[in-house]
């Protein structure tokens, strides 16, 4: 059971002190005398009207608006300026009142985990379950299609789809898995392969000596012959393999005789380089010229031509061993007979340890036994024991219980029964959430003994996971969407304003913030740190870049950040960037990019065809600031403008690329500002210390990011619960990364979920800009 | 008890945009079956090329109708081949307006575009699109070829962040939807689009005939494994796996085209290495093989989405660093407006490249243009406003006599762009009822107007 909510109650003074005032005597007086005068049903403004509710029970109907409007008033956006302000004592009294009987709701509302719709795995996930299923980076899926996002993550199950594009190359990528990984085919018959020389373009004559690289394909006995052409002199050609002179031979000066050294090794699969030399052979006496030589001249032995190797010849394998087993293969063989010698008992070994495996879970006799009919089927088709596994491989990879990360509702139809979820499935969701992977062996185990879900056993686990190198892929794909990180490998800057900026900047600013998530995450740092954390990583490219002496050569290494330029995640080049116009930095951009990642409190777009902003105008006649403080004077911009401009002037030190910058062309950098609630801040660093007074809501975005990642959900508002728990632990301890993610995997919505209604229940209308009530 | 159990195949059809019938399994029937309809034995096809972000209006509308007009600024691209083209005048998507979903435009632009539907507002539960116009035709005419369509792009959509006002990126990342929940993004990959359609491997006819066995079996596996699955899941992941049982047998029936495709293809071009670096080398090879599996008769229904909608790329080749969407929000600042046009025109310059290799490509005893409708557009007229009325439409190509081109036609004021719709299926051999909110089938395309 989750804790009762009431300990909040009393953390708002006003509740706990004053008799309860109620809505008819304090909440609709208020919004006659505030807020009517513009959202009445006639004008609407912003689509909004808050007439027509007369008592508490209507009003709270419409929890999510007036849940909205709660969060105005309380951060000062509404009233809008020039309307008459109500003493903060009203506010209080009319936020105080909401917030009670929200309260109220979520404590008599019954605890709801919500449920994950069955999740295809999207391309990261293929390709890391593919790497540690088998034991390679074959990289596969990076010829699928584009996974789809939604609230702002790609692994959300109700948009990842599937295609007919994309089941083809599910089929064809489990091919060439299969393929890959098992060594099927025989070791291949004798055959003769010529290696020649040809010549370079503009290279008049072939070089005297030949050396080329020459891959083979399995252990065995070899022919090597390097053959001779051009004049007949008294030769000696010297074989080389890998860079060791092996042999040398007298080359004969007889016409009839083939003109060549010949050597039978026996040599190694792989890649080899092959090398012949010739030298004149002082000790024999050349052939006497040709007298038809005349004649000669157009065949091919060109006998007039200095003599060079023109050609290898390979004959083989001979006694050919086996192919090399690849470690795919000893993975999967898990008999650990050779190759030839499996025994039919093997067969549902072999077959239920990958499976199990590729499914994350246990696997039933019968499903052991059709997959086994696949070995049984290619062996009738004359095919090996082994092609058979490669077909079972492939059956597994296009499976949807491979593909798909379903977990299974002993209620399906029945959306008031909640359960706990198996733990097998829990493993998938630590894994998947962690390390966008399979679970390994150690979490297998724990599913396997029903442990994993005991408190003291997932908190190891979670430690343990964080602190394993996969869990890169916390940095790559959760942090790499949050803070839009990925849209940097499409940005391009102008080259004409930007001409420092290049691929290598490109990546020391992704590689600056990939290190810093990893280092709070390692190290177990506070999440504040994402604020103004004083460390970062440099190289002498993003030193320089950044104006910071002493830092040389290309890597990255820790760095101590002192002074007001730098700090934390918002002054980092690649977050400025990626808030930035290619031609110029944009405030409203960097301000929105605060208020959609930092606080989860994403304005509303513009109307289309909203006022002018002269941009021609900007840094010539006027400054940017001076642009948008026009556009905020128009009252349908000014109340969203009036959060976002701000936020963004406060980094208006950096430039569209994140360069400290005092001027913009002739205008100085004024980057002072004033948030709604009167909060002035007049430098970045000023900027950051009013972000960090308000660490809860920093924390509660964060929460609800990371959850809606990890569950590959949106967050609903029955995960409010949920979400409060998580931030106020969080609070309570530091702050710590770790203790994030170990409060969302012990919440309710990742340990349990519910079965569904078979039919849609009735649309819920989250209205607000939609014109509702 | 397990209820529900026969739903399965009806999803596909709920909240569908068309009221012709469409049972999933007729894509099984016989290749014979849906050309026979056809007078000419050369097979009519449909291609639909989307461009983002609206288009400077004022430089794409010639002044007159009928036959005798002067091309705007936009169109001059296709002066060589404008008794090839039809410009469409007045075509409306009500169905793209917010009609109380507020903002998301850009969103709705493109899944109305060939959906004809208006979408769910959603930013990922439960996305509600309908059944696009190339998909309703691949359904009915696609097992006549190894492809039932081909979806092709040149934006990868690997974007992040919101993609438009509480709209999930599924939206804006495709125009072409198999089912009213199952968008079908583009290919960006030429090498991967080549070697889907002409093979990666020389394989021994052997190997080949004993991989496709297997690979039947295997189909036949889980497709039986899935119904099995099926049964235990909850309504949305029953969905799901609609969606995957649905893929699989469409695959399926690639096999047993493959398996009775005796006929071999030489492709005229050499199998691209990757995706070229410059922009209009990558939409130009695009079109290569779009005309290529015309022309092979891999398929007969093709779309290509020139970039995602909502497109920030830049256009540096053409002298334009800023974004593209941005700009189109120019609020009639003239150098913005002419950065927009620029790129509106470079645009029509790969298209008119396109309809060019169409018409230079010899089919049967005309050439591919003859019989192809290609619609070139986009779900937005004035990008800066977001209008979904009069957008800007043309359509290449005579379809076998369906249109005669080289003309300009108007339509009323909001005529619903779905009635091009009805029309185009017609001459396709398969007549819907409506689709969405269509009033009939657009009048003109043969005559004058």
Redesign the interface.
Known sequence: MPPRLLPLVCLIPYVCLAAAPSFEKSIEPFLKSNCVLCHNAKLKVGGLTLEGYRDAKSALKDRELWEKVVQKLRTGQMPPKGRPVPTPEEIASVTGWFETQFVRLDRDMKPDPGRVTARRLNRVEYNNTIRDLLGVDFKPASDFPADDSGYGFDNIGDVLSLSPVLMEKYLAAAEKIARKSIVADPPPKPTREKIEHFPAKGEESPAQNLSAPHPLPVEGDYLVRGLVNGRHEALLITLWLDGKEVKTFAVSTDDEAPRMGEMRLHIPAGEHELKATLLHDDSRPDAEPDPNEEKVKDKKKKPGRDPFVDRFEIIGPYNPHARPLTEPHKRIFVCGHAPGQHRPECARLIVAALARRAYRRTVSDAEITSLVRFINLAQQNGDSFEQGVRVALQAILVSPHFLFRIENDPNPNNAALSHRIDDYELASRLSYFLWSSMPDADLFRLAGERKLHKPEVIDAQVRRMLLDPKSVALVDNFAGQWLELRNLDSFKPDPDRFPNFDEDLRKAMRQETRLFFEAVIHEDRSILDFIDGKFTFLNERLAKHYGIAGITGPEFRRVALTGDERSGILTQASILTVSSYPTRTSPVLRGKWILDNFLNDPPPPPPPGVANLNEAAIGATSSLRQQLEQHRANPACASCHRRMDPLGFGLENYDTIGRWRTQDGKFPIDSTGTLPGDKTFSTPAELKEILKADRDSFARCLTEKMLTYALGRGVERYDRPAVNLISRQLAASDYRFSRLVLEIVKSLPFEERHGEAPMRPPQQSIAFSGGKP | MI??KHLARRTFLRGIGAAISLPVLDAMTPAFAATTRLASNSPRRMAFVYVPNGIIMKDWTPDAVGTQFELPRILKPLEPLRQQVTLLSGLTHNTGRAL??????HARAAASFLTGVHPKK??????QSGISVDQIAAQKIGSATRF?SL?LGCE??????????GY???YS??ISW?TT?????????PR?VFE?MFGDSDETPEARV??LS??K???D??L???QR?KG??????RR??D??L???R??ER?IEVAEHDSKQFVPTIEKPAGVPVEFADHVKLMFDLMTLAFQADLTRISTFMMCREGSTR?Y?EIGV???HH?LT?H???P??IEKVTKINCFHLEQFAYFVNKLKSTPDGDGTLLDRVMVVYGSGLA?G???THADLPVLLAGAGNGAVRPGRHVRYPKETPMNNLYVAMLDHMGIPPEHIGDSTGELQHLTDLS
């Open positions: 209820t529900g109380g979903d507020g903002p998301g435009d959603t930013a990922g539960a439960d996305i039932a979806e990868d959509g690997r974007l992040v962040g919101n993609c438009d006002s999930s990126c599924a990342n495709s198999r929940s199952t968008p079908m993004p583009p290919e960006i990959n991967a889907r004993k991989r297997y690979n079996s295997i189909l596996f889980v039986d494994d899935t699955l235990d899941l909850g309504r949305t992941d799901k796996l969606e995957y649905d893929a699989v469409e695959i690639r830049t540096r660093s800023d974004a941005p929000h609020r009639n600042n150098e913005w004035d800066n406003q977001h």
